[in-house]
């Protein structure tokens, strides 16, 4: 999402972007015709596995280097960056790559061997390019100490447009949001053991989990043990996150660890006040009493207190939203970060000569 929204500045700017990727699945593709509306050409081929994947990408890639007066190329994840970043410095093409999170933390949290060997050396190449950005402060300043390269800082840009439609919430049922995967970084667990409490003492606090995941059976299996299943579910995928925040209270957001935290910068485009673990990149989206509350990760004690604190604070709540949005239009919007990395470009087109 980072890439599509940031492409969407760029072409606000006047700058003319090209996408080159794998096709995308039915879910995302109103997003993608936005992309089209707005004039950003796109080229898809179709996604297979190993090794022809990859064959198929990088001839993609060379055909429409061909194609455009291309610039240079902006590399946004590992994979990607293993099989191409060659190709790329064969044929003359700056390069800047944007970490979407640590390679070394992606590995022990969530990868299999196959995977990790491709982030390492995706990472590598990635650590190469002529200029290298973070998606935060506190992962610029990791990858300079992991990678020993020069890295700079620029948030992900937010599409706030599909939220800002988004009123206050009106009243009634206390929707708790948590918009993440359903792997054990994403501290689902943790919300299901908080939740037990918050219910417990906000009787109209309902709990709802859009995504998916490999735990998908074992976070079902603890809310039916904690007698949950009445008011915690588990939604699945979600394509439109505007629309589940269009219902909600509040966002939660338990990770054990975040590099960036998207769901909460779009809970705060979308007036929505934020509970998330003080880790990562999350402390720069989520100032603690201003546009959310900080809570210690992996502490359903402390994820709980935050709740209900919030539940039953309903001019505090609301407040908290209305400057996570204004945070939101000062920051992450996506012609202002797009300005931030027509810079980066620039200096990555003059240190190439």
């Not at 989520?286 to 359903?300: C, F, I, M, R, S």
């Amino acid at each position: 999402m980072a890439m599509f929204n940031l492409m969407l500045g760029l072409r606000r700017q006047g700058h003319e972007p090209v996408l080159v990727a794998s096709e995308p699945i039915n879910a995302y593709y109103h997003l993608f015709h936005r992309l089209s509306m707005a004039g950003v050409e796109m080229h898809f081929f179709k996604a297979r596995s190993g090794l022809f994947h990859w064959t198929r990408l990088a001839s993609n890639l060379l055909a429409n280097l061909r194609r455009y007066e291309v610039d240079l190329a902006h590399l946004h994840l590992p994979k990607e960056a293993a099989f191409i970043h060659g190709v790329l410095r064969m044929h003359g093409k700056p390069v800047v790559s944007t970490f979407e999170g640590d390679p070394f933390l992606e590995i022990l949290h969530d990868a299999s061997l196959e995977r990790g060997l491709i982030i390492r050396m995706g990472s590598h190449c990635m650590a190469r390019a002529d200029a290298v950005v973070a998606c935060s402060r506190w992962l610029a300043r990791r990858l300079r100490r992991t990678l020993g390269v020069d890295v700079s800082a620029i948030p992900n840009p937010i599409d706030a447009d599909r939220f800002l439609s988004i009123g206050e919430w009106r009243g009634g049922v206390k929707l708790v949001v948590a918009l993440a995967r359903l792997v054990s970084v994403k501290g689902i667990d943790v919300l299901i053991r908080a939740a037990r409490r918050v219910v417990s003492e906000c009787r109209e606090a309902r709990f709802v989990v859009a995504g998916d995941g490999p735990l998908r059976l074992d976070y079902t299996r603890m809310i039916l043990k904690y007698g949950l299943k009445d008011v915690f579910s588990l939604a699945g995928f979600s394509s439109t996150p505007e629309k589940l925040l269009s219902e909600s209270y509040m966002l939660a957001m338990p990770s054990l660890y975040e590099p960036f935290g998207m769901p909460a910068a779009e809970a705060g485009a979308a007036m929505r006040p934020v509970v998330a673990s003080n880790t990562g990149g999350l402390t720069e989206i989520v100032v603690d009493g201003e546009n959310g509350l900080l809570a210690k990760p992996g502490d359903p004690a402390d994820l709980a207190d935050k709740i209900v604190w919030l539940l039953e604070n309903e001019d505090a709540a609301r407040e908290m939203g209305r400057r996570g949005r204004k945070r939101v239009l000062e920051h992450y919007i996506p012609t202002s970060v797009a300005e931030k990395y027509v810079e980066t470009y620039r200096r990555a087109l003059v240190s190439s000569r």
